[in-house]
């Protein structure tokens, strides 16, 4: 870890009197494992209070790769808003604000766009109030959160204004956003000043969300409107039946309407202007009451996608969010120990090419890896090497590259077609000569899951799994094939994602070998590996594949005939094959039937691994 970062975690930890951690992989929080269970009832309002240590957080991990070309001031400040934002937000509130907006009937994540902006510029105030040199290292780290966040509807961009306000600068919106953000510009300057948590929570409901929520309810009224302009644009959800909906609502409108509205398709409702926007809402009312009750649902989930996304902008990036299934955002607190355990490899592998020998960066260029860890690699290679070329000749049957052959039988052209010929000749029909063609490569995609339990301890099965995963992805590699690793134990993390770099990944891969541990919640981890497979593919237009390697015994989660069944239901969406290598593994073929594979030793996999993969491919792939 280089030396700078250590200092600035120093410092902080200094100041805030909690661990702070430098890492390569991403922002985290973790609270003491004992005192969870109080604080997220007392983060839901199930209780009115708790004791003051049980709301610190132990420790704080920031993203040191958001600041490589950051100022240390600029650094310093930036992760300083988000302990100052984490330390001092008053949790319950965020829960009873949405509670009372959606009882009015908004979306409750209306409700989160307004407090996280007003959260993070209470937390900069903060701040500024206690290190003045601080201020415009904030502006700078504002302003560019104002250059990537969007506003598609006005209660977006009345709380960007309040941004404006606060640094300084010009409001870039209409007349009546600018009208709205000079009359509550006494009432925001009072909550970002404000200490008290509830008198901060009165002001908000009392004076800023009663005017906020007007333009809330004008972003519903184009919201209806964008659903319609996103139909005639020709954009599908993924259900199908919603699609089809669409299709009828927007047909039922008058003519000159739907032509208006095609005329718009590649703009937003908020360019229409009012009097056709309002023609369009009261073509809307006098639909049937099936067809008005749909699109207001679809409009309330639409609405709570573009708020989300806005709001993302201004939470804390040290607290992961959940979306409850009415709308609600939630926060998810971790312990730290946890944190800490789950992200150990990871911050091993925190080491900068400026801190490596020489002759370390010359393997990391080739190979990915520092010279300790290629002979490590190169160990563990020497069982598997010889299979490598094995699969990739096997795969490349299945998937010709695209170069040029004659084939066919066609009346003219400008090569015989010599098979043709014996039949074609005597029939007098001619069809004799060949024409170029170039056979269609088709591109897969593979998830990799991997189980990294305590029950892969045994018997060297998470040294066969390792071998059998590092065997998959150098072959797919090698095809120039797309994939992603997760491993997973009681919850799943992320290893390799698809359009990330094999070679960054190899010692990640290695260090699996000394982070075994935990529980086993297959059921959890080939639902998640779906999730995310089924979003590559449809986004790339591939086909997937799941490959599994585990143990087969789930501690956690579906176990028995419900997980069976799970992975059958996983089966009909997507083709997975579970792969368990040693004397100890026949469960895999128990649970994934026919594509399980249980073999004694790494060196009988790639055989069967090779049947049972190529059977996959060829039920995938229809070849020229």
Request: charged share 30%.
């Amino acid at each position: 870890m280089k030396e700078r970062w250590k200092v600035i975690a120093s410092l902080l930890e200094e100041e805030f009197d909690l661990e702070v951690q430098p890492s390569y992989e991403g922002w985290g929080a973790g609270w003491d494992p004992k005192f969870l269970p109080a604080l997220e009832m007392w983060a839901r309002g199930e209780v009115d209070d708790i004791p003051p240590g049980v709301k610190r957080p132990k420790g704080v991990v920031f993203s040191v790769v958001d600041f490589l070309r950051r100022t240390d001031d600029y650094t310093v400040n930036a992760v300083r808003h988000e302990i100052s934002y984490l330390l001092n937000t008053h949790f319950p509130h965020w829960r009873f604000g949405q509670r009372e907006v959606f009882r009015a009937g908004f979306p409750p994540t209306s409700f989160v766009v307004l407090m996280s902006v007003l959260e993070t510029l209470k937390a900069d105030q903060r701040i500024i109030e206690e290190n003045p040199s601080s201020l415009l290292s904030l502006k700078a780290r504002l302003k560019e959160v104002l250059k990537e966040v969007e506003a598609p509807y006005p209660h977006h961009r009345l709380a960007l204004a309040f941004v404006y306000k606060w640094i300084g600068e010009e409001v870039p919106f209409p007349q009546e956003i600018k009208k709205f953000a000079d009359a509550l510009e006494k009432n925001l300057h009072e909550y970002i000043r404000e200490r008290d948590p509830q008198t901060s929570y009165d002001i908000l409901m009392e004076d800023l969300w009663t005017k906020f929520r007007v333009l809330v309810e004008e972003a519903r009224d184009l919201n209806y409107v964008d659903l319609l302009i996103d139909e005639a644009r020709g954009k599908r959800r993924e259900d199908a039946h919603r699609g089809r909906i669409m299709t009828d609502v927007l047909k039922k409108l008058p003519e000159n309407l739907q032509n208006l509205i095609v005329e718009f398709k590649d703009s937003s409702a908020i360019h229409i202007p009012p009097t056709d926007r309002k023609e369009i809402l009261k073509a809307i009312s006098k639909l049937q009451d099936w067809m008005k009750d749909y699109i207001k649902q679809m409009s309330y989930l639409d609405m709570i996608e573009r708020d989300i996304a806005f709001a993302r902008h201004f939470l804390p990036k040290t607290l992961e969010v959940d979306i409850e299934h009415r709308g609600f955002l939630v926060f998810l607190f971790k312990g730290w120990e946890e944190q800490s355990q789950a992200s150990s490899s990871l911050r091993k592998k925190e080491l900068q090419e400026e801190e490596l020998s020489e002759l370390d960066r010359k393997y990391r260029k080739e190979h990915g890896l520092t010279e300790e860890e290629f002979k490590k690699y190169r160990t563990l290679m020497r069982s598997i090497l010889p299979y490598v070329e094995h699969f990739k000749r096997k795969f490349d049957n299945l998937l010709p590259q695209e170069e040029e052959l004659f084939s066919g039988g066609h009346l003219y052209g400008k090569r015989l077609n010599f098979k043709r010929i014996p039949t074609e000749v005597p029939i007098k029909r001619g069809r004799i000569f060949a024409r170029r063609e170039v056979p269609e490569r088709k591109e897969l995609a593979f998830e990799l899951l991997i189980d990294v339990s305590a029950s892969m301890k045994k018997e060297e099965k998470i040294l066969n799994a390792v071998r059998s995963l590092l065997l998959v992805s150098e072959v797919l590699e090698k095809l120039g094939m797309p994939f992603s690793i997760k491993v997973f134990n009681d919850n799943v993390y992320e290893l390799k994602d698809f359009p990330e770099d094999y070679r960054t990944v190899k010692a990640r891969i290695l260090e699996l070998l000394s982070e075994v541990g935990g529980g086993t919640d297959l059921g959890k981890a080939l639902g998640v590996g779906l999730e995310s497979l089924e979003i590559f593919t449809k986004k790339t237009g591939r086909k997937g594949i799941m490959i599994v390697f585990t143990d087969g015994e789930p501690t956690r989660g579906l176990k028995g005939e419900n997980l069976k069944s799970f992975v059958l239901q996983v089966k009909q969406k997507m083709p997975v094959v579970g792969i368990g290598v040693g004397p100890a593994t026949p469960m895999v073929k128990e649970f994934f039937d026919r594509t399980g594979i249980s073999v004694d030793d790494i060196s009988k996999l790639p055989s069967a691994f090779s049947f049972i993969v190529e059977n996959q491919l060829r039920r995938l792939i229809s070849l020229s």
